[in-house]
């Protein structure tokens, strides 16, 4: 006690080191931080009794509650489940092509098929579906497949090109360039050719006979397109991967066939028809039409190019 030295203005005992002359007191912390401190530890201590906090080679200790995150996330899981469990039951129990009669339940697809788009749909189709080059427009009335509700459940449920699933909408376009079908100066003929069927090209004798002789068994003679050969329309200024000359030319000399996934091996029913809904409440969707052509295979047609066809 007498070795200690103590700061005659403060009245405060040195702490008896020294940097460079300069000493530190030894100031008592302030009572009200030390009691918020003593607070903290006992907080912590029943923090790691009652919840999960120390961590194992496994998982975590449990805790006097039992609580966990991953619990509290399976309950609201399960009583949002439970709340949707009536929606999802109408829906599975309602053929969609009968869902317009029910508007309430019409109504509660699309919202859902609303949230359900944004979550597995706006990678490819952007969040307003507005799509992208090589990524249809939903938005249009333009439709590859069809745009009824039935057609559109049907393209959700299996997808286009979707290996392994025989019942996905399939079309293939001979590669007339790549194969040495027409040479460079007979694709820029037929390239110009069928954008003359919107107003965009030149016409020619040259380029009518070859696409007379090798598209118009898929796409029509106008080039209106087949829906029963899955082959786009060539007529209406909405295309997939470019409407310039160049961009025909590439498609006709090597064409890019899009896959979309068969959603039925990763979704319910219910929510595919939910999507469906939503798809077809956006502007284009078609009024159903009972008796429809079934789509061909890809031994059936092969369709020159793609359009900005909606799946």
Known sequence: MGNKRIDEPTGTEFVGHEWDGIEELNTPLPRWWLWSFYA???WAFGYVV?????????????????????????????RIESERAPLMAALAA??????????ELMQQAVAGGRAAFQMHCVQCHGAGAAGSPG?????????????NLTEIEQTLTHGIRQPGDSATR??????????????????????????????????????AEIYANNCAICHGAD????????APNLADAIWLYGSGVEQVRAQVTNPRHGVMPAWGERL???TIRMLAAYVHSLGGGEDFVEVAAEPATASDA???????EQP
Request: proline content about 8%; aromatic content about 10%.
């Open 268 to 270: 319910d029913p219910a």
């Open 50 to 78: 009652l919840y999960p906090a120390l961590p194992g080679l496994q998982s975590a200790t449990e805790g006097y509650f039992g609580w966990s995150s991953r619990g509290q996330l399976a309950d609201e899981q399960a």
């Open 135 to 147: 990524y249809p427009n939903l938005n249009d009335d333009d439709w590859l497949w069809g745009g």
């Open 302 to 308: 092969t369709p020159l190019g793609e359009t900005d």
């Open 170 to 207: 399939t079309s293939l376009m001979p590669a007339f360039g790549r194969d040495g079908m027409l040479d460079s100066a007979q694709i820029t003929a037929v390239a110009q050719q069928v954008l003359s069927f919107s107003g965009q090209g030149q016409a020619s004798a040259a380029g």
């Open 40 to 42: 903290c530890v006992v």
């Open 223 to 230: 080039g209106t397109g087949l829906r029963q050969f899955g």
């Open 94 to 103: 309602t053929p969609i092509e009968q869902l317009p009669n029910n508007p």
